[in-house]
């Protein structure tokens, strides 16, 4: 079966620091991946989703990037935190090529900049 | 109007209640319809999808309304631990989704 997993858990940075979440997927090839955001109370934003490796679509403009190195590993990253970027962050994974399948989710990192 | 959306809630029934939930929606090509769980701090958990001719998963039922550009989401005997937040989800077309804000529901003794 498939698995995600995502890491930290939970992460605390001050303003202007970098930033590195990754998340991988096991059990399954050539998934697409998505990175959201959740503010607190509030729906998911996308920000990031991948059909392949190297190929990233950004969805908001932002401080953040996300690069996916191997065909199961998706990482996002900062050069400068903004207090604007806690939230809790999620990662994501469907079937590869298939179009109209469910997401299945990590267990999130929540961030919070002080 | 919003791509989705969804009462936020909260819905406060008792134990043993029938709640229902609506989701709206504006982009009449979306082809696939979901519903997610979310426990508070956690991770969007899928619930179900939705079928065209509607589908129910023991107590949970789930229903398409492409014409009115809905989806429903019926809970019959509620307990304690279906309280959660629950979210509708569905695809844009492509390999995205497009997620609602969320609906609150406390299910008390």
């Known amino acids: 079966s498939q698995t995600i997993h995502q890491w930290p858990a939970t992460l605390v940075q001050p303003v202007g620091s970098p930033l590195s979440l990754e998340c991988t997927v096991e059990?399954?090839?050539?998934?697409?991946l998505y990175w959201y955001r959740q503010a607190a109370g509030r729906g998911l934003q996308l920000l990031f989703y991948?059909?392949?490796?190297?190929?990233i679509s950004s969805e908001v403009p932002q401080n953040l990037s996300a690069s996916r190195p191997q065909d199961r590993q998706f990482i996002l990253s900062s050069k400068k935190l903004l207090l604007s970027d806690s939230g809790f962050y999620l990662c994501?994974?469907?079937?590869?090529?298939?179009?109209?399948?469910?997401?299945?989710f990590g267990d999130g990192t929540r961030l919070s900049i002080l | 109007r919003k791509e989705v959306e969804q009462d936020p809630g909260p819905f406060n029934v008792p134990e043993g209640a029938t709640v229902a939930f609506n989701c709206t929606y504006s982009?009449?090509?979306?082809?696939?319809f979901f519903w997610y769980r979310q426990d508070c701090r956690k991770e969007p958990k899928l619930l179900m999808s939705?079928?065209?001719s509607g589908n129910e998963d023991g107590r949970f039922t789930a229903q398409l309304n492409r014409a009115s550009q809905y989806i429903s989401l019926l809970i019959r005997d509620s307990k304690l631990s279906d309280s959660a937040t629950y979210l509708c989800?569905?695809?844009?077309?492509?390999?995205?989704?497009?997620f609602g804000a969320g609906t609150r529901l406390f299910v008390k003794a």
């Open positions: 994501a994974w469907s079937p590869m090529g298939q179009l109209n399948q469910p997401q299945h």
């Open positions: 989800a569905l695809d844009t077309g492509g390999f995205k989704t497009i």
């Open positions: 059990g399954t090839s050539n998934p697409n």
């Open positions: 982009n009449s090509a979306s082809q696939s």
């Open positions: 991948s059909v392949g490796i190297g190929q």
């Open positions: 939705v079928y065209s």
